[in-house]
T-cell receptor, first 107, second 115 residues
Framework: AQRVTQPEKLLSVFKGAPVELKCNYS??????LFWYVQYSRQRLQLLLR??SRESIKGFTADLNKGETSFHLKKPFAQEEDSAMYYC?????????FGSGTKLNVKP | SAVISQKPSRDICQRGTSLTIQCQVD?????MFWYRQQPGQSLTLIAT?????????ESGFVIDKFPISRPNLTFSTLTVSNMSPEDSSIYLC????????????FGEGSWLTVV
């Protein structure tokens, strides 16, 4: 069965510090993985997807099939990065979401 | 990306009543979904809204409790029936945009509080 795990409920860092939000998944096939972000009082929106291998707002995420991970990283956090981040796995027209990590970037 | 509008955005409901949430998309989409996000928890898929046929429900969700309509490719409704405080949650409509690959987009959500 598909499962997405985000072990950290809350992550606090200082502005300018590196950030890594962890995501692990369990899935037997070739997964499609995504990161969604929800800023305060805004809708949930797509941040990035692994197949496009892009960097959005300085964030990157690499799919590591050996470790079944898709961690989200940013070298220098900004205060405007404070938000809820959800890792998601796509399979057969369905998305499975992790429990989310709240990122708090302190000035 | 598709623009998704949900109504109501927020409501306070009496126990035992039912409420229907509407989801309108500005373009035709094949796949529409309804999610629930309970306080402090992640998103849980309730069902896939199928145009012209009965919705496909996930384990733990039944049609009698969460009837769904999908009369066309741009509109869907979710009804939360016979509400109890445990139904207090954010209900999210989402659509899959095939032009963007397997990516889904969300409405702003409908925040229901049952008292």
């Amino acid at each position: 069965a598909q499962r997405v795990t985000q072990p950290e409920k809350l992550l606090s860092v200082f502005k300018g510090a590196p950030v890594e939000l962890k995501c692990n998944y369990s899935y037997s096939g070739s997964p499609e993985l995504f990161w969604y972000v929800q800023y305060s009082r805004q809708r949930l929106q797509l941040l990035l997807r692994h197949i496009s291998r892009e960097s959005i707002k300085g964030f990157t995420a690499d799919l590591n099939k050996g470790e079944t991970s898709f961690h989200l990283k940013k070298p220098f956090a900004q205060e405007e990065d404070s938000a809820m981040y959800y890792c998601a796995l796509y399979n057969f027209n369905k998305f499975y979401f992790g429990s989310g990590t709240k990122l708090n970037v302190k000035p | 990306s598709a623009v998704i509008s949900q109504k109501p955005s927020r409501d306070i409901c009496q126990r035992g009543t039912s409420l229907t949430i509407q989801c309108q998309v500005d373009s035709q989409v094949t796949m529409m979904f309804w999610y629930r996000q309970q306080p402090g928890q992640s998103l849980t898929l309730i069902a896939t809204a199928n145009q012209g046929s009965e919705a496909t429900y996930e384990s733990g969700f039944v049609i009698d409790k969460f009837p769904i309509s999908r009369p066309n490719l741009t509109f869907s409704t979710l009804t939360v029936s016979n509400m109890s405080p445990e139904d207090s949650s954010i209900y999210l409509c989402s659509v899959e945009d095939v032009l963007s690959g397997n990516t889904i987009y969300f409405g702003e959500g409908s925040w229901l509080t049952v008292v």
